[in-house]
């Protein structure tokens, strides 16, 4: 399987909505709105397009929770970061983006305002 993580282009908007949309829609820990608020975040000014990535698989965009430990993701506790509500430690993980990134880092993350809007 020969999966390619690149950039988000604009013209992957739409199908980056629908793919977190049936991503989600029938996962336990979820308000069922993921897909709302990568848009939210996308038209933010916090927006950081380097961040917005995508999985590409036979010239489609993909995507699944189970992706993640393949791509270097762990728990986030493991790095002694704690999510500031209730959720499974195996849907609240973290990766480093440069080696050691994370071995100095502990805390409860601070999310975006765009979290919490509708």
Do not use: C, T, W
């Not at 996962?27 to 990535?53: C, G, P, Q, T, W």
């Not at 698989?57 to 500031?84: M, R, T």
């Amino acid at each position: 399987m020969n999966i390619i993580i690149r950039q988000e282009k604009i013209e992957d908007a739409n199908e980056v909505y629908y793919v977190v949309q049936k991503a989600f829609e029938y996962a336990d820990y979820s308000d069922h709105d993921e897909h709302n608020l990568v848009n939210r975040l996308r038209d933010s000014s916090k927006y950081i397009s380097e961040l917005f990535l995508v999985a590409e698989y036979e010239d489609k965009i993909v995507g699944h929770d189970k992706y993640y430990p393949k791509f270097g993701y762990k728990k986030a506790s493991q790095y002694g970061i704690e999510a500031p509500f209730e959720v499974s430690e195996d849907n609240f993980m973290a990766v480093e983006l440069i080696d050691g990134g994370l071995s100095d880092v502990h805390g409860v993350v601070e999310y975006a305002r765009e979290f919490f809007e509708k």
